[in-house]
């Protein structure tokens, strides 16, 4: 197998992004999206206090920081935003 072939993306039909939309909008999901952007926002607001060297700590930052931002991201869909 080709590594091309391997990471060729599949294209989502419009309603299985109607589906993906109404699943992120869905209160119950954005609770617990918001559950867990506010765990690790406060996993980096306390991550000074850890007796970390400093490799260890730029590695959790970078780490705890994509998460936020994935979240972030999954809770910024909106309906009527599927092309």
């Known amino acids: 197998m080709q590594v091309q072939e391997m990471f060729q993306l599949s294209p989502l039909s419009k309603t299985e992004l109607d589906v993906l939309t109404e699943c992120f909008t869905n209160p119950t999901t954005q609770k617990y999206l918001l559950n867990l952007l506010r765990?690790?926002?406060?996993?980096?607001?306390?991550?000074?206090?850890?007796?970390?060297?400093?490799?260890?700590?730029?590695?959790?930052?970078?780490?705890?920081?994509?998460?936020?931002?994935?979240?972030?991201?999954?809770?910024?869909?909106?309906?009527?935003?599927?092309k």
């Not at 590695?59 to 705890?64: E, F, S, T, V």
């Open 39 to 82: 765990e690790d926002t406060y996993q980096l607001a306390t991550l000074g206090a850890l007796n970390l060297k400093d490799d260890e700590l730029a590695k959790r930052h970078i780490l705890i920081t994509g998460r936020i931002e994935v979240y972030s991201t999954l809770l910024s869909i909106q309906k009527g935003n599927t």
